[in-house]
DNA sequence: GTCCGTCCTTGATCTGAATCATGGGATGCG
DNA sequence: CGCATCCCATGATTCAGATCAAGGACGGAC
């Protein structure tokens, strides 16, 4: 029930352009033709650390997208095994449109800025605007072609493998974020705590401690600290990861 | 490359109303506002058991839906490592559109017959026809939460639950298909060899076999053969496969 | 500063599922 | 028919990762 935590609205005549979704690549629903419209409807929304945004099988009655921070979406089974399904940066969206309720918690890993549009209201919007529709087909489309990734790495990766992934995928995000190269010497944080990459990777904490450490004294990355990381052999990582064969990887550096 | 492929290549001119997924409810794109347009369009292919409709990578020409048989969605590592990322059964949308490549491979598990348009001729309609792309925003939405939910299950399920899962979900799809009530008796088969199951649920073929064998000497199921399956206590069964709690599970006998 | 709590690492042990190995029952074919 | 092949079940053994256990690093409260 996100409009009851709200410690942070703005007001709402507030212009699209101070809202930092605004200029990233994938916020493809905040475009110049429905700017205005959407404009005059959303607001801002602040979450701590830990907080959940949205629980399975509430009503939703929001949805919109991260301006800052980093949120996992989870199921937690009956007996507390949880497994994070995924994990959504500035610019992604979140809710779900066209269902009463949510099929899975949404929990703020980090303090965390929501860009939010009630959800009547968004839906109206969506029909009357069918490129913002065929805009967030193209997300979702692209949001489940990740989903089945990731299935494989949860059902056929090793630890080690599954460790290596992610930190490839942080690295990724990282070159793009920052302009730079995915390449040797790029420095990222891990956003998430060892126990949520436990369960984003399907492992326990303490496999993903081992696992890091190892990849370290493989001297396939530096560690300061829990969080800081830097590439060492990025060749090396990806090899390590499962999939090299992605060599349609322009972002590398062919060096 | 499903247009070398074509064996059972029909007229164009063929009614829609002669295409079985007419008559399924979730055949949500072939709606009568576009029927006209789309008959006009598409076309038929028939595959084999094994065959392979799209490779990863390739060019997608066509995408459409199944109109019977069973296809896996699967992606294959580079050591040989597989892992089945999704089922399409008859009515279900296949192909990626917006996309030159395909994101992996499809393949026929039973005798499959396809409905198909090209991809250029079907995307030219979605954009014309924001109704239908809506459709198939809803579809994608509900197939990003079956991935979801699947992720679950690879991530933090034993083997047992695996199977058990496995077997909720074929008997939910034979209570609907065949309008009967989910309970004890009901029959269903597998159309998986213990191989693709294997697959499909991040385990290997022992396991499988073991896991069928145990929930049938837990009197769980009955087990004819090895794809003919009857449920004997389908409330015992929901409680093996971990994700109890679903009761508003609507088609359960709650007798 | 001390105390406490949270998060992380590392070692020792255990176990669920993988792997290795064998045989049985279909089905197809020369 | 005999033989080969494929698929499945099941027993024996191994091993990757979970579990159990201990301790270190950091940060906040007081």
Redesign the pocket.
Known sequence: MPDENVTGLRPVHQRCSDCPIRHRAVCSYCAPAQLAELDAIKFYVDYAPGREIVGTGEPTKSLGSVVSGVVALQKILSDGRRQIVGLLFPGDFIGRPFEQRAPYDAVAVTPVKMCLFRRSQFEDLLTREPELEHRLLEMTLNELDAARDWMVLLGRK???EKVASFLVVLARRAAVLEQARLADGLAFQIPL???AIAEHL?????????Q??QLRKDALIH?D???DVRLRDYRGLLEASGDDGDWDDTLVDSA
């Open positions: 090793t630890a080690r705590s060892r126990d399907g492992l326990t904490i303490e496999t993903v401690s081992r890091l450490t560690l600290g829990a969080r």
